[in-house]
């Protein structure tokens, strides 16, 4: 993607989404973690995640004629929520598929913001399908919440954000769904620093793109369990698969009884209520599966908000 997309899109979006700040994680941080972290907490972003970025930055991009027909997506549930507030806001109508494994706090966010929700399919790529079908049945712009490259410009911009409060940190660290927002901020970190790490995360049930990248081509993950329903999106695509290969350093996998647990350290600690996607990031640097050293700075990036890993 081009170098221009990612400042282009943040100019595009700055009046409709918080710029987040970084936290450190310090005097917090376990003493058996080397080198200093800090948090992206993209779980204080509007509609509750990262997502709001891609979602304003990809309906905004539309033509005027399409965009009044309004918007359909397919979502684990944080996209679909963006696309509702911002058809909201925007003042657009909105249809929403999620998959039956979604959480009642994202189904209870998207239609608070007034979007149509239809709870479809076990996976989120059987969600994609129907989105695809109630796209061409009720019209409007269907938008793809990890492939489509006003969405992966979107999210790009905490790259950026990053890069301009923290320009020597040395590793990034982002979890791995589809692969949108580890497309976007390595690309756009890499364009204007090449020497930052970065690092993906997935956990051990779905691991989409370490799979894949062991394969040399894109694979779909049949048969799985996990317990962050949020990160499961069973394939990629081209678009994602080529910026990974391009640009992610390394490809972490986080057991399954992890992430739950670092939620619940985050809360009692940091005070953010992270979903179980953010807390996989967080529990790669905090369990030791991303090796840092002393004096490293370290971003972890938690994408979204949530109570599924506090029992609430």
Not at 111 to 137: F, Q
Not at 221 to 227: A, D, M, P, S
Not at 289 to 294: A, E, F, I, L, S
């Amino acid at each position: 993607m081009d170098r221009s997309v990612y400042p282009e899109a943040a100019a595009r979006i700055r009046d409709h989404i918080r710029r987040t700040p970084l936290v450190p994680a310090a005097p917090t941080l376990p003493s058996s973690v080397p080198g200093t972290l800090f948090f992206k907490p993209e779980c204080l972003q509007v509609s509750g995640s990262f997502k709001a970025r891609g979602a304003f930055n990809a309906v905004l991009s539309l033509p005027d004629e399409v965009r009044r027909r309004g918007v359909v997506t397919a979502s684990g549930g944080n996209f679909g929520a963006a696309i509702a507030y911002a058809a909201r806001e925007l003042g657009l109508p909105a249809e929403i598929v999620v998959m039956t494994g979604s959480t009642p706090y994202a189904r209870a966010r998207i239609s608070g913001y007034g979007a149509t929700l239809h709870v479809i399919g076990e996976h989120w790529d059987l969600s994609w399908e129907a989105g695809k079908a109630l796209a061409a049945e009720r019209g409007g712009a269907l938008l793809h919440p990890f492939a489509q490259e006003p969405v992966i410009a979107g999210q790009g911009t905490i790259g950026l954000e990053i890069l301009e409060e923290m320009p020597d940190v040395d590793t990034v660290v982002v979890a791995i769904g589809g692969g949108g927002l580890i497309g976007g901020i390595s690309e756009a970190i890499k364009q204007r620093k090449p020497a930052v790490r970065i690092v993906g995360v997935e956990t051990e049930a779905c691991p989409t793109l370490h799979a894949a990248r062991a394969a040399g081509h894109i694979v779909k993950i049949e048969n799985f369990v996990t317990n962050v329903p949020i990160l499961a999106a069973r394939t990629t695509e081209p678009i994602n698969f080529d910026l990974v290969e391009r640009n992610v350093d390394e490809l972490v996998l986080v057991p399954e009884d992890e992430p739950k647990p670092v939620a619940e350290w985050m809360w009692k600690n940091t005070g953010l209520a992270v979903e179980l996607g953010a807390a996989t990031a967080a529990a790669a640097v905090l369990n030791g599966h991303v090796r840092t050293r002393p004096g490293e700075k370290v971003v972890a990036v938690l994408c979204g908000s949530g109570t599924d890993g506090l029992g609430l």
